[in-house]
């Protein structure tokens, strides 16, 4: 996950539309259309058997790390918690150790753990960076696969019903409502998905596209809306409060993580790794 600030921001979350005659002169007043829509998916939720909800600090590395290197840093670090990548066909290293003995041998540490799902990402991103995009006419549906996708992963690695997953939304332009409409869409069909399964659903953006368009779908009465938010804002500020662009009232009981700081090399017991310093007061795997 590496956050972006998008290029060019909406400084509201309305676009204003102005009716014209045939000339193309204004015919009447502005119009306030919202940029996000309400949208209600049924939700039937499995059996969800929530574990408790963690705070703490964490970590999230490109790949999962050497169980010797996790041994190390579970006495010397500050870290109780460690970003994994289980599932996702646009994921940006590969997982030769993530298998569910190292899961197995991670835990036994005391390690718990924020499963991340890097799929499709919204139709306005940069196909320079990650190709695989979401069809706004299929979002929902294409959300519910990939929630399909992610579930899979985690029974393979020994995660049960209850434990969340973070989808990965990569920074993007919010110059377009339908691309961030979009966005919404997977993300309610990727819920829907995950809760039919039992597991919770958790989304990871940039506070200032992905979750700026699913607090707006919050607003606008979408459901069902995913369980915690992972927002990206280096500002340094180790805490959950929001950093100035998340409402209080939203994903406010113990349902946030904060990555506030990212590509930091840093070295405990003799092991280095090069990672993301997220802040934790929401649902883990554990």
Known sequence: ????????????????????????????????????????????????????????????????????TLRAWRTASPYGAVGIYPSGSQRGCGQPRLTVEWVRQARAMGWRFLPVHVGLQAPCSDPGRKPRRIDPAKAAQQGRDEAAEAVRALRSLGFGPGDPVYLDIEAYPMRDPACGQAVVDFTLGWTQALHS??????FYSS??????????????????????????????????????????????????VHQ?????????????LTVDRDQVDGPTAG
């Open 1 to 68: 996950m590496r956050y972006l600030r998008p290029a060019a921001l909406l400084a509201a979350s309305l676009v204003l539309l102005l009716a014209t005659d045939g000339t193309g002169a204004s015919a009447g007043a502005a119009v306030a259309v919202p940029r996000i829509r309400a949208v209600t998916l049924p939700d039937r939720p499995g059996p969800l058997h929530f574990s408790e909800s963690w705070s703490g600090t964490a970590f999230d590395a490109c790949s999962a790390p050497p169980l010797d």
């Open 197 to 202: 399964a039992g597991y919770r659903s958790g």
């Open 207 to 256: 506070l200032d596209s992905g979750i700026a368009d699913l607090a707006a779908a919050a607003r606008a009465g979408s459901s069902p809306l995913p369980d915690a938010l992972w927002y990206a804002r280096w500002d340094d500020h180790a805490d959950t409060a929001g950093s100035g662009g998340l409402d209080p009232d939203l994903w406010s009981v113990h349902q946030r």
């Open 260 to 272: 506030y700081r990212g590509n930091v090399a840093e070295s405990y017991g003799g092991a280095t």
